[in-house]
């Protein structure tokens, strides 16, 4: 089983670091899911992914404490934001298709909205 975990936590890594190179790709939320496949496995990944500059206090404030810092939020609800607007033009005819991805899209933006914000100072 352990196995399976490593494969999945490479996987969501490799998709993840694709965002570093794409603009519109999300990073963060698929290297947040790698730290939890992989980090009893390969603590080293684990700390090298704590250690990237910008990214990597973020995702450690998320996996350690649930924290989100006010302008990770703004921009995950923004980006959350046009990915409904694009994804809900393309489904614009099925209004099942797009009750199903509003209703998914306000999850996601409630989730995110609630995390507590790192505490300054630390």
């Known amino acids: ?4 975990w490593v494969l999945f936590g490479f996987a969501f890594l490799a998709i993840g670091a694709i965002g570093l190179i794409l603009p519109l790709w999300p990073t963060t939320i698929f290297w947040i899911v790698a730290v939890f496949c992989l980090a009893e496995s390969h603590p080293k990944i684990r700390d090298w992914i704590f250690a990237r500059k ?8 998320f ?3 649930g924290e989100i ?8 609800i923004t980006g ?3 990915a409904c607007l694009l994804s809900g ?4 005819s099925s209004v099942l298709g797009l009750s199903v991805l509003i ?3 306000l999850i996601g933006v409630l989730f995110v909205a609630t995390r507590p914000e790192p505490q ?3």
């Open 1 to 4: 089983m352990r196995w399976i």
């Open 54 to 61: 910008g990214i990597g206090p973020i995702i450690q404030d």
């Open 63 to 65: 996996v350690e404490r």
């Open 69 to 76: 810092s006010r302008k990770s939020k703004y921009a995950a």
């Open 80 to 82: 959350m934001s046009l």
């Open 89 to 92: 033009w393309f489904l614009r």
């Open 103 to 105: 209703v998914t899209i």
């Open 120 to 122: 300054t100072g630390k």
